[in-house]
């Protein structure tokens, strides 16, 4: 293969993903308006469904904008030899494989953020704030960018500079020690996550005394579950919207509740939240999934060890020189394909966790407060409540709102 036939495929995947995502996002524009199904008439009276129905417009009109613009830098980047341009002025600065590789990608994304961080402030002070959702000052927002940077580099850069000493030191092999880093590293970041991360973005302070940690708390006795650790989290001081998480296994597993969640619903509503969440660890969930992370991760790592090394990587991209990060940044390109096929293998087997869960929920507390909790986080967050199949099936992690009222119904029916 020449190089130049190499550049064009590296073309066509970003040109085809970005059609087939503009045309999944068409489909799903097209049934905005769709009759709402029985059971989901009461989410919304009918100045909200129109509200909602704005909402969804505006953000897919401004989804095209940015995707076009990420689109259009990115390929001109390609045509012009950015890369090259890149590299050069790394290899400028240092004769060190492992900082110029640093330095490359530090550039670029800090060149791709500044780049798009028009657009995500026109989302979150135009758009969210019309719609009502925005609480994020601008110094919020300007912190967090910066802390994201610092966090980016020196997490990412750190794993960064480790794999390529690795590769320096063993070659082909770097993959065995690069997955074991990872592993570790992430088993570390999900066990530490809410103690080391989560507080430079938000403060956490844990359930007060009072009737709702009662309820919690006794719910947690009659179903086995060691809950030492129940945190709200301020997520009121970026935007309205509400959410609960779970993070951490044995003796530092904690659920994190928004206030914005404590706010919008009633006591047991919550609990049924929680319940939920408490569905996810009792059914292994969380183990599940990061075994699946890890066994992809040394699979992507094992492939690009078989290709790193092929001068015609660099090549393709315009650079003379070979090297880690230029192959890595060509692997990455043409793992696309590969990364979407378990995406949405992982987005299939989310939803039937998501399943699993609600099941839980209903048969330890019930499925009538599950229902209405939905409900009304999905009335508050203003979404989509008609969304089209092939867009479910490729991007949703959980299964619509109708599908989950659907499925609970059905296994009552079953249980009787
Ligand atoms: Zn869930």
Same mark, same amino acid.
């Given at each position: 293969?020449?190089?130049?036939?190499?550049?064009?495929? %590296?073309?066509?995947?970003?040109?085809?993903?970005?059609?087939?995502?503009?045309?999944?996002?068409?489909?799903?524009?097209?049934?905005?308006?769709?009759?709402?199904?029985?059971? !989901?008439?009461?989410?919304?009276?009918?100045?909200?469904?129109?509200?909602?129905?704005?909402?969804?417009?505006?953000?897919?009109?401004?989804?095209?904008?940015?995707?076009?613009?990420?689109?259009?830098?990115?390929?001109?980047?390609?045509?012009?030899?950015?890369?090259?341009?890149?590299?050069?002025?790394?290899?400028?600065?240092?004769?060190?494989?492992?900082?110029?590789?640093?330095?490359? =990608?530090?550039?670029?994304? !800090?060149?791709?953020?500044?780049?798009?961080?028009?657009?995500?402030?026109?989302?979150?002070?135009?758009?969210?704030?019309?719609?009502?959702?925005?609480?994020?000052?601008?110094?919020?927002?300007?912190?967090?960018?910066?802390?994201?940077?610092?966090?980016?580099?020196?997490? $990412?850069?750190?794993?960064?500079?480790?794999?390529?000493?690795?590769?320096?030191?063993?070659?082909?092999?770097?993959?065995?020690?690069?997955?074991? !880093?990872?592993?570790?590293?992430?088993?570390?970041?999900?066990?530490?996550?809410?103690?080391?991360?989560?507080?430079?973005?938000?403060?956490?302070?844990?359930?007060?005394?009072?009737?709702? /940690?009662?309820?919690?708390?006794?719910?947690?006795?009659?179903?086995?579950?060691?809950?030492?650790?129940?945190?709200?989290?301020?997520?009121?001081?970026?935007?309205?919207?509400?959410?609960?998480?779970?993070?951490?296994?044995?003796?530092?597993?904690?659920?994190?509740?928004?206030?914005?969640?404590?706010?919008?619903?009633?006591?047991?509503?919550?609990?049924?939240? %929680?319940?939920?969440?408490?569905?996810?660890?009792?059914?292994?969930?969380?183990?599940?999934?990061?075994?699946?992370?890890?066994?992809?991760?040394?699979?992507?790592?094992?492939?690009?060890?078989?290709?790193? $090394?092929?001068? %015609?990587?660099?090549?393709?991209?315009?650079?003379?020189?070979?090297?880690?990060?230029?192959? %890595?940044?060509?692997?990455?390109?043409?793992?696309?394909?590969?990364?979407?096929?378990?995406?949405?293998?992982?987005?299939? !087997?989310?939803?039937?966790?998501?399943y699993?869960?609600d /099941?839980?929920?209903?048969?330890?507390?019930?499925?009538?407060?599950?229902?209405?909790?939905?409900?009304?986080?999905?009335?508050?967050?203003?979404?989509?409540?008609?969304?089209?199949?092939?867009?479910?099936? =490729?991007?949703?992690?959980?299964p619509?709102?109708?599908q989950r009222i659907q499925h609970l119904?059905a296994s009552?029916?079953?249980?009787?």
């Amino acid at each position: 293969m020449t190089p130049e036939t190499l550049f064009y495929i %590296l073309i066509g995947i970003i040109v085809l993903n970005f059609i087939v995502d503009q045309i999944l996002d068409a489909l799903n524009a097209k049934h905005y308006n769709d009759q709402l199904p029985a059971v !989901l008439q009461d989410v919304y009276d009918d100045e909200e469904y129109q509200r909602s129905q704005a909402y969804k417009k505006t953000r897919y009109k401004f989804g095209i904008l940015s995707s076009t613009f990420s689109l259009l830098i990115t390929l001109a980047f390609f045509f012009l030899d950015g890369f090259a341009i890149v590299d050069e002025f790394a290899r400028n600065i240092s004769n060190n494989p492992i900082l110029i590789a640093l330095i490359f =990608f530090g550039s670029i994304m !800090l060149a791709s953020d500044i780049l798009t961080t028009p657009f995500s402030y026109y989302s979150t002070f135009v758009i969210e704030e019309k719609f009502g959702f925005n609480k994020t000052t601008k110094k919020t927002f300007f912190l967090d960018k910066l802390k994201g940077w610092l966090m980016g580099a020196i997490l $990412g850069g750190g794993i960064l500079a480790l794999i390529i000493w690795f590769y320096q030191l063993t070659g082909e092999n770097f993959w065995i020690f690069a997955w074991i !880093l990872v592993a570790v590293f992430s088993l570390f970041l999900n066990m530490f996550y809410s103690k080391l991360i989560v507080p430079l973005f938000n403060k956490q302070t844990p359930l007060e005394e009072g009737s709702l /940690r009662n309820k919690i708390e006794e719910y947690a006795k009659n179903v086995g579950f060691t809950l030492d650790n129940i945190f709200i989290i301020d997520g009121s001081k970026r935007s309205t919207k509400a959410n609960a998480y779970f993070s951490g296994f044995g003796k530092e597993k904690r659920i994190t509740l928004f206030d914005t969640l404590v706010n919008d619903l009633e006591e047991d509503e919550i609990v049924a939240v %929680l319940a939920h969440e408490v569905g996810h660890y009792k059914k292994k969930h969380i183990i599940f999934n990061l075994t699946a992370s890890i066994i992809t991760t040394g699979f992507t790592l094992w492939l690009l060890s078989l290709f790193v $090394g092929n001068p %015609l990587l660099s090549e393709a991209l315009g650079v003379n020189q070979p090297s880690f990060h230029i192959g %890595l940044i060509a692997f990455g390109i043409l793992y696309t394909p590969i990364s979407e096929i378990t995406g949405l293998l992982m987005n299939l !087997l989310s939803r039937k966790f998501e399943y699993q869960a609600d /099941r839980y929920a209903q048969k330890t507390w019930n499925a009538a407060d599950l229902v209405s909790s939905l409900k009304k986080l999905s009335s508050k967050s203003l979404s989509n409540l008609t969304p089209h199949k092939a867009y479910v099936f =490729f991007h949703f992690s959980h299964p619509t709102l109708l599908q989950r009222i659907q499925h609970l119904k059905a296994s009552e029916k079953n249980s009787f």
